[in-house]
C-alpha cells in the first residue's frame, strides 16, 4: 500500500525546527505585550464573499489562489488566505469597533494555491497587526516602530530595508487610475502579459510589474503625487517626519502599491536581498474603508503581516538564532533496576519543582547503562544524572558533566541548587 504523504505545499515543521519557530514567536510576543497590543484569534474558514468584497473579486489572489469548496448546506466556504478581512469580520462582529480604538494581533496558518518556491508555500503562516479607530499618522509611525523594534530584538535590523508610499485618497486614486490607464493604452504593445491583464482589472500593480519593459514604460507614466489630495499629502508628511525623529531610515518606493484592494494612504515593506526573490518579510498599511465596505460604520484602520516562515528563514540564512534556543535540555536522569527507576520519576519531578526553567528528561523504556549514556549523550543536555541502588541507598545522585566527563555526588536536596549553580 502506497504511503500518504503531505499535500505539495503544505510543510511539517519538525522537531528540530521547532525551537526556532517557538524562539520567533515569543519574541514577537514580547514586543508586542510591550506596546499593549492584544491576541483576538479567528478561524481558518471564512465565507468566500468576506475575501471577495475585501480583497477584490479581480484580484490574483481570489481569482487563482483561494482555496474554496461548498460545504453539505451549499454554502460557499474559503479556507483564509490573509488575516485582516477576518481579523475586521471577527471585531466589527463582536461590537469592538464603534466608538473604540483597538490594538489587536493574531497568528496563524493562511492557504493559497500558488507555486511552491522557498520561503512561499501553500499552507503558510503570518503574524498580524491591526489597529483601529485612530485617524492620525501617529498609529502609523507607532506600528513601523514596533517592528522595526522586532526585527532589532532579533538582529536583524540591519539587513532590512523600510520601503514606504501613500496612495492618497480613494477618491484620489480612482482619478489617478484614470490617468495612469489612458497612458499606458498608448503604450500597451510594450507591456508585459500580467500588466496588460491588469490594465483592466488593477491598474495599480502594473506599477509592481518586475518586468524591465514594463517599468521602462513607466518611467514616463503620471505620478500619483500628481493628483494626491492635500490631506492625504499632510498625512504622510506628517508620518515620515516622526520617522525620521525617531531614527527609522526608509527609501520612498512610488511603486509600491501592495496587492490587495482596500489599502490606502500609507503603505509600507520592509524587504532584504538576503532571501532572493522573496524579500519582502513584512508589509502593510492603512485601510480605512474596509470596515464600510465590510458592513460596518466608517472606521479608520492600519495594520500589517509579516510571514513566518521566511522571518525563520532569514534569521537561519544569517545566522543569528542564539546557541540557547537550539538547546532541548539540561538534564537527562538514567536508572538501573526498578527501585531506582521509581526514585528517578521522583526525582524528576522534584527538580521541576524546585527549579521551573529546569529541562529535565527522565529516561524511559528500560535498556543497558551502556545504551542509556548513549541516549543522554545524543540528547543534548549538559548534564546525566545517574542512579543505581547504592546511590538510592546513599540519598545521592551520579551527575555527570557530559561536555567535560567530570562526575560527583550530590545528595538528592541539593541537586536542584547545584543545578541552577552549573548551567
Known amino acids: 500500500m502506497a504511503r500518504i504523504k503531505a499535500i505539495r505545499g503544505m510543510n511539517d515543521i519538525l522537531p528540530d525546527q521547532t525551537p526556532v519557530w517557538m524562539y520567533l514567536e515569543d519574541t514577537i ?18 465565507q468566500t464573499d468576506l475575501f471577495k468584497r475585501s480583497i477584490g473579486e479581480v484580484t490574483d489572489i481570489v481569482e487563482k489562489e ?31 469597533l464603534y466608538n473604540q480604538t483597538q490594538r489587536l494581533w493574531y497568528t496563524g496558518p493562511m492557504f493559497r494555491y500558488e507555486k511552491p518556491q522557498k520561503g512561499r508555500y501553500r499552507q503558510f503562516h503570518q503574524v498580524g497587526v491591526e489597529t483601529f479607530g485612530m485617524n492620525g499618522p501617529d498609529i502609523d509611525a507607532e506600528v513601523i516602530l514596533l517592528s522595526a523594534r522586532l526585527w532589532k530584538e532579533l538582529g536583524i535590523l540591519d ?42 482589472t488593477n491598474p495599480l500593480r502594473v506599477l509592481d510589474s518586475k518586468s524591465p519593459e514594463t517599468q521602462e514604460v513607466l518611467k514616463g507614466a503620471p505620478s500619483l503625487m500628481d493628483h494626491i489630495d492635500e490631506e492625504s499629502k499632510l498625512h504622510f508628511e506628517e508620518l515620515l517626519a516622526r520617522l525620521d525623529k525617531a531614527g527609522i ?16 494612504k500609507t503603505v509600507f515593506e520592509w524587504v532584504t536581498t538576503s532571501l532572493g526573490a522573496q524579500g519582502t518579510v513584512c508589509a502593510g498599511g492603512r485601510y480605512d474603508g474596509l470596515v464600510e465596505q465590510l458592513g460596518g460604520r466608517a472606521t479608520p484602520a492600519v495594520g500589517f503581516a509579516m510571514g ?6 532569514l534569521l537561519e540564512t544569517l545566522n543569528v538564532i542564539p546557541a540557547s534556543v537550539t538547546e532541548t535540555l539540561d538534564v537527562y536522569i538514567t536508572s538501573m533496576g526498578e527501585d531506582a527507576s521509581m526514585v528517578a520519576m ?27 549514556m ?17 546511590e538510592v541507598e546513599q540519598q545521592v545522585a551520579a551527575v555527570k558533566n557530559l561536555q567535560e566527563g567530570e562526575q560527583s ?12 549553580d552549573n548551567l
Do not use: W
Not at 513566518?308 to 528563514?313: A, D, G, I, K, Q
Not at 521522583?346 to 542509556?372: D, I, M, Y
Open 29 to 46: 510576543k514580547s514586543v508586542l505585550n510591550a506596546y499593549g497590543y492584544q491576541q483576538i484569534r479567528m478561524p481558518i474558514v471564512e
Open 66 to 96: 483561494m482555496y474554496t469548496f461548498d460545504d453539505r448546506n451549499g454554502e460557499s466556504l474559503t479556507l483564509r488566505p490573509e488575516g485582516t478581512a477576518c481579523c475586521v469580520r471577527a471585531a466589527e462582529e463582536h461590537g469592538l
Open 159 to 200: 539587513e532590512l530595508e523600510l520601503q514606504i508610499n501613500t496612495l492618497a485618497s480613494n477618491e484620489a486614486r480612482a482619478e489617478y487610475k484614470t490617468a495612469l490607464v489612458a497612458y499606458l493604452k498608448n503604450h500597451f504593445d510594450k507591456l508585459d502579459a500580467d500588466s496588460q491583464r491588469r490594465l483592466e
Open 249 to 264: 531610515q526608509y527609501v520612498l518606493n512610488p511603486t509600491l502599491v501592495r496587492g490587495l484592494d482596500y489599502y490606502c
Open 308 to 313: 513566518v516562515e521566511r522571518l525563520v528563514l
Open 346 to 372: 521522583t526525582l524528576a519531578e522534584q527538580l521541576r519543582n524546585e527549579e521551573k526553567s529546569l529541562r529535565v528528561q527522565l529516561h524511559c523504556g528500560g535498556g543497558s547503562f551502556k545504551s542509556q
Open 374 to 390: 548513549k541516549k543522554a549523550g545524543n540528547s543534548g543536555a549538559k548534564f546525566a544524572i545517574i542512579l543505581g541502588d547504592q
Open 409 to 420: 555526588n550530590v545528595a538528592f536536596n541539593e541537586l536542584a541548587q547545584f543545578l541552577k
